[in-house]
């Protein structure tokens, strides 16, 4: 995954496309080519990354953290 001039690039590993797991077989193309995900819902970012970011809750949590130090 690369961002560039606010554009978030992703393509798979070619030994990671040999396992055959598609994690995410409706929005990311599962190929070698460099694909960007459209700007919205997500910001330009894959639904299955975005998943795996901290919800509301854990952002102002990190934020509290990181402004502590």
């Known amino acids: 995954m ?3 001039n606010r554009t978030i690039y992703f393509r798979y590993h ?6 055959g797991l598609n994690i995410s077989p ?17 910001d330009g970012l894959y639904g ?4 795996s970011l901290p919800d509301g ?3 102002l949590l990190l934020d509290r953290s990181l402004s502590s130090k």
């Open 26 to 42: 409706i929005k990311l193309p599962f190929t070698q080519e460099i694909t960007n995900a459209e700007k919205e819902p997500f």
């Open 14 to 19: 070619s030994d990671f496309l040999k396992k």
């Open 48 to 51: 299955v990354f975005n998943d």
């Open 57 to 59: 809750w854990g952002r």
């Open 2 to 4: 690369v961002l560039n």
